[in-house]
């Protein structure tokens, strides 16, 4: 019987200098960087299992893949693999969960400090020479907030919502969680979704991007928020209109914007977000949010842990 080949279509998606776990039984392996989609097909036709993290393995690629017994997928979000055909092919797919648990958080915080404390327009008028100028041991040219005392509404209660909600409680701040956006009754523990907006000092948002919920956060929620609100968006791109998000920030509707995730990743120059960047209350990061190295390596040991778990014959985290 032939070693079974495990191929990683896009390695650069884990940082070099983070080591990938070695699995438990004797096989092939095969790695790229990164896999464009004209190349997949081809780079799968002698694999067994393939590892992706965002290479779209969709109906059309699968079908040519008649040798595929299983995805591993290097991330908890799995849209871009067609799982319905996986299920009907007896494809396992699993995910990887639980692993940022601290990263995501602690990353929301940092662009709420920054934000609140106007850190990035300090810098910006440092660069510009207004210190310099002003002669004075100190300079203030933009509001600075505490955040002890101030009100975080979470929209998303999941394991990310909850953890960020404990690091934002540990902050002195006060957290109030949304229900569902046009439900007409309320879970214990959850406040209505325009009550949350309208009553928090920040939203940071933690669901999931489906149909119920793209552009979850449009100019008419944006218009509901303080004038003073920061919003917070390390869940995925789709949930806020960027175009309307750029507006409110230039027109004064809300205070400032911190971003992580984009509609399109990675985004260009047509992106309203990127085409603004310069707006001194917009902070942006390339997705990487949940990319600490201790959150990076804890994900690559459960990735690993999936594929031993199938050769073993067992289910572990699958989706599939």
Request: charged letters at 15%.
């Amino acid at each position: 019987m032939s070693l079974p080949t495990i191929v990683f279509l896009d390695r650069a998606t884990i940082p070099a200098h983070i080591p990938l776990p070695q699995v438990d039984f004797a096989h092939h392996w095969v790695e790229y960087p990164l896999t464009s989609p004209e190349q997949v097909v081809e780079r799968l036709q002698a694999a067994d299992m393939v590892i992706t993290n965002k290479v779209v393995l969709d109906q059309t690629v699968l079908s040519q893949l008649p040798n595929l017994r299983m995805i591993a997928v290097a991330a908890t979000g799995f849209n871009n693999v067609d799982v319905d055909y996986c299920a009907a092919k007896q494809i396992a797919v699993s995910n990887v969960r639980g692993y940022a648990g601290n990263s995501v958080p602690e990353h929301v915080m940092a662009m709420l400090f920054a934000l609140r404390r106007n850190l990035f327009a300090y810098h910006q008028d440092i660069a510009a020479g207004v210190w310099q100028k002003d002669k004075q041991f100190c300079f203030f040219t933009h509001p600075i907030g505490d955040i002890a005392g101030t009100i975080l509404g979470i929209i998303g209660a999941g394991a990310l919502g909850q953890a960020t909600a404990k690091l934002a409680r540990a902050l002195g701040m006060q957290v109030l969680f949304a229900e569902h956006k046009g439900a007409t009754q309320c879970r214990e523990g959850y406040l209505p979704f325009s009550e949350v907006l309208q009553n928090s000092d920040a939203i940071s948002l933690h669901c999931p991007l489906s149909e119920h919920t793209i552009n979850l956060i449009g100019a008419d929620e944006l218009a509901q928020m303080k004038p003073s609100a920061i919003l917070l968006n390390a869940g995925r791109g789709g949930l806020v209109d960027e175009q309307a998000l750029v507006a409110a920030l230039k027109n004064g509707v809300i205070a400032g914007a911190g971003v992580d995730v984009f509609s399109q990743e990675p985004a260009d120059e047509t992106n309203p977000l990127l085409a603004n960047m310069a707006l001194p209350n917009l902070l942006l990061t390339p997705h990487v949010a949940w990319g600490s190295d201790s959150a990076i390596s804890k994900l690559a040991e459960i990735l690993m842990e999936n594929i031993n778990a199938f050769w073993r014959g067992e289910a572990l985290n699958r989706v599939v």
